[in-house]
């Protein structure tokens, strides 16, 4: 398959034109978001859903992520990764394997569909993760655009996935939230450096290899902005896959946990990675022939099993 998004290649960084769609389907009234919502993501490659869950369903997410992170020994250890310099928890993968409350939670119909129209396909969970940033140790994750590390290093062949943070605790200005560059999904900023092997073993706690320049970062930054939605939990912030994002760390006593789940278009199933030998594991992208998710309608809540 012909590489459109070369990177990792080249002595020096490019900001190539996006070849893909943002929204692949025609907005109509039956549409799960709304017009402008469409026409926001769009532009700015992000948008905020508020409200969507029920108190006692937020609730029911934020026992489940407890219970996740409380037993790592019930977990599976592949899919458990640590902070830098410390044992804390930084994320958990495959959790929608792994629990079947998120599993119900990424084929929810408040989710899913909105999954769906926006990439105009069916649509599988590529990655889900339990992002945990602890009070005063939980690290930053620097810039990124997700679709280059899934490009180069899984194999994902177009831009035809989003992501979706259901945040789990109160994601405030000052406990390291997550930080958007609006507008930049519309470039394709290409990065040096040949990749390492194994790289994800060091990237996953602090990437070196697959990060934009500062300089590129820079001209993004002047050019876009940066915000950083806030939100009590149960908000979910939804972003393109290649839109520059990051976020600081959290120095406050407060922690902050969120739900990400990755959808990605049946049609856009991983191929052979475009930039190394060796695809990532099996808990960083599903590979294979993709299932559509079965969309689940309705609240849940305790008649989820645990």
Request: proline share 8%; aromatic share 10%.
């Amino acid at each position: 398959m012909q590489d459109i998004y070369p990177s990792r290649h080249a002595a020096e960084p490019e900001m190539l034109p996006r070849q893909d769609p943002v929204v692949y389907s025609e907005w109509t009234e039956e549409a799960p978001v709304s017009k402008a919502q469409a026409e926001q993501f769009e532009r700015d490659g992000y948008l905020v859903l508020e409200d969507i869950f029920s108190d006692d369903e937020v609730k029911f997410l934020q026992r489940a992520a407890g219970n996740l992170l409380s037993d790592p020994a019930a977990l599976n250890p592949e899919t458990i990764i640590s902070e830098p310099q410390s044992k804390e928890i930084r994320s958990i993968f495959e959790i929608h394997r792994q629990s079947d409350i998120m599993e119900r939670l990424a084929s929810d119909s408040r989710l899913a569909e909105v999954a769906r129209f926006l990439l105009g396909d069916e649509v599988y969970i590529h990655q889900s993760r339990l992002n945990y940033k602890p009070g005063f140790k939980g690290k930053e994750f620097y810039w990124h655009s997700d679709f280059e590390t899934w490009h180069v290093e899984d194999g994902m062949p177009r831009m035809r996935a989003l992501s979706m943070s259901v945040l789990l605790a109160e994601n405030t200005p000052h406990n390291g939230p997550l930080m958007l560059i609006p507008g930049s999904h519309h470039s394709y900023l290409t990065c040096i450096g040949e990749t390492p092997d194994n790289h994800y073993l060091s990237s996953l706690k602090k990437q070196e290899y697959g990060v934009p320049d500062e300089d590129s970062l820079a001209e993004l930054a002047h050019r876009h902005g940066i915000v950083a939605p806030t939100g009590k939990p149960g908000t979910v912030i939804l972003f393109d896959c290649n839109l520059m994002h990051g976020s600081n760390g959290n120095i406050t006593p407060f922690p902050r946990a969120n739900a990400f789940m990755v959808y990605n278009a049946v049609s856009n199933r991983l191929q052979k990675p475009f930039g190394v030998e060796k695809p990532r594991p099996w808990f960083l992208g599903h590979r294979g022939v993709p299932e559509p998710l079965s969309v689940r309608h309705g609240a849940f809540g305790e008649a989820v099993p645990a």
